[in-house]
């Protein structure tokens, strides 16, 4: 057992383990940190992990089974003892260890400090836009018409109000683009929402056409106070 150790020290098969260990926790770092910035789906990162631990294995057999010489790669008992450069190679393997080694504690520390001040951010009071009395935002009104295409005409109706609005010099509309983000009929905050948008007042307001029948509501709402005017 002393022997086949030594034998596993001299043909570097510890330091090829040690080596592609760090690589490979450099390799998920790297992963994890980029690809949802080009939004890779997950399942990309947990391929390339257990690529990695698959090819763990394969490393530690290449490591003893051959040895890289000047000439190429060749097999361990091809090559005469003293023509053997595995000496060389420990210290190339240790200089690999050693930089790559750097690089994934640099990453490490990168990620912790990012995900740190994004917790110090979100303890951070949210920022309040400053709130004019005469403002107004028309949220998207909903569609209670049993065809769907009703929505455009529905959209229609907040486009010509929104319009309208717009000629009043002394009033300050919040633009369709703003409140398309509101679309839908779930349920909101408005004094959130006329904080977000930096409103005093929000329209809110359904369109619901049936044949011949067209029923439009609308609610001028108090964003401060959230009182119905």
Do not use: C
Not at 71 to 84: F, L, Q
Request: cysteine-free.
């Amino acid at each position: 057992m002393k022997s086949f150790f030594a034998e596993l020290k001299r043909r570097n098969v510890y330091k090829v383990a040690l080596a592609y260990a760090v690589v490979a926790w450099l390799l998920i770092q790297v992963a994890t940190q980029v690809f949802p910035f080009f939004e890779i789906p997950n399942w990309a990162v947990r391929l390339v992990v257990l690529l990695l631990i698959l090819g763990f294995p394969v490393a530690l057999i290449f490591s003893w089974a051959f040895e890289i010489t000047p000439e190429g790669i060749k097999r361990e008992s091809e090559i005469a003892p003293d023509k053997s450069i595995t000496r060389r190679t420990g210290r190339k393997l240790t200089a690999l260890i050693v930089i790559v080694a750097a690089l994934a504690a640099g990453v490490t520390v990168f990620r912790f400090l990012h995900s740190q001040q994004g917790i110090e951010a979100a303890k951070q009071p949210p920022i309040r836009v400053a709130i004019e009395s005469k403002s107004i935002a028309v949220l998207p009104f909903h569609n209670l018409s049993e065809e769907k295409a009703n929505a455009y005409f529905a959209d229609g109706v907040q486009d010509q109000i929104l319009t309208d609005l717009s000629q009043i010099a002394d009033l300050k509309v919040i633009s369709r683009t703003s409140v398309m983000q509101y679309k839908g009929g779930i349920t909101r905050d408005l004094r959130e929402i006329g904080q977000q948008l930096g409103v005093a007042f929000v329209l809110q307001g359904s369109v619901q056409r049936s044949v011949d029948r067209l029923r439009v509501s609308a609610q001028l709402i108090d964003a401060r106070s959230e009182q119905q005017l």
